[in-house]
């Protein structure tokens, strides 16, 4: 596991192949006194331009692997995940944009935002924490965001997939629990990296992105609903867009031995005079 947890690609090994480059870096933090600007700034942790070109490309292809994009609705919604992680890249090891933004506003009441590696955890500083961290509560949220959006999305596909074999809605597996868990995993996966790593660009452009999937996912239903009709009408009553609900069929039943209550009918005869 890397530098970052569940980032790909460790740090270490990477500065292990270019020497000269580190060598060359530290050389020149050193060899320059601190002072204002964006010089300050770029030290060994930063300037890693082969981390943020291989660890956007691993999360890139990780997920069109899951996602198994086909049409050009399908490549929209990968091309704006695409672009999140590289602007979150980009500031993680290449330019810490954010920090530089935000230190000469906050660097006197937040001793903790620095342009090093756990300076970069926005969240951290702000709360003061003091231990690892990688191990704070905001990492270890993302671990879940991150983990559990991949999940999503490969999940979803394998139903999909099975069902478009058999010209059938796909209605089964996390499709049974929300109506876009694809949209809604690749939303959870970059809410995960905004615990973890949050950036102003970043974080300008998630609910930009919320609100691409919502259009996309709606002239997804169009389509749907002309080709299954009344069967998509009573599965998208039943099933919410986004807020997971428990299908019907998974919905508690009553204790052994316990009959349920029948519902009371309504009296429809009118009553004397």
């Known amino acids: 596991m890397g530098y970052q947890g569940l ?32 010089a300050q700034l770029m030290n060994q942790d930063y300037g890693l331009w082969p981390l943020v070109v291989l660890n ?16 050009k609705r399908d490549w929209r919604a990968l091309g704006g995940f695409s672009a999140f992680m590289i602007a979150l890249f980009t500031e993680m090891y290449g330019a810490p944009l954010t920090i530089y933004l935000l230190s000469g506003w906050l660097g006197s009441r937040v001793p903790a935002l620095k ?4 300076g970069g955890h926005l969240w951290n500083d702000l709360i003061g924490w003091q231990g690892d961290p990688h191990m704070s509560p ?14 999503l999305i490969s999940a979803a596909w394998r139903h999909l997939h099975a069902a478009a074999q058999d010209d059938q809605l796909a209605t089964t597996g996390p499709y049974a629990w929300v109506r ?9 996966v970059m809410a995960g990296w905004l615990l973890q790593w949050p950036t102003i660009p970043t974080l300008a452009m998630f609910p930009i992105l919320a609100v691409v999937y919502a259009r996309l ?27 997971p609900h428990r299908p019907l069929e998974q919905q508690p039943r009553p204790p052994a031995g316990r009959t349920p209550a029948a519902p009371l009918k309504k009296d429809n005869r009118q009553a004397s005079p």
Not at 221 to 239: D, I, M, S
């Open 115 to 118: 342009a090093t590696h756990s």
């Open 217 to 243: 996912a709606r002239s997804e239903e169009r389509e749907v609903e002309t080709l299954f009709g009344p069967k998509w009408t009573a599965y998208a009553t039943q099933v919410h867009r986004y807020l």
């Open 138 to 151: 905001f990492h270890l949220a993302s671990y879940v965001g991150i983990g559990g959006g991949l999940w």
């Open 7 to 38: 980032v790909l690609c460790d740090r270490s090994r990477l500065l292990a192949l270019w020497p000269l480059d580190r060598g060359e870096r530290f050389h020149h933090a050193h060899s320059h006194p601190p002072g204002n600007g964006i």
């Open 56 to 71: 956007s490309a691993i999360m890139i292809v990780f997920a069109a692997s899951f996602y198994h994009p086909r049409t």
């Open 180 to 188: 876009h868990p694809q949209y809604l995993g690749f939303l959870l």
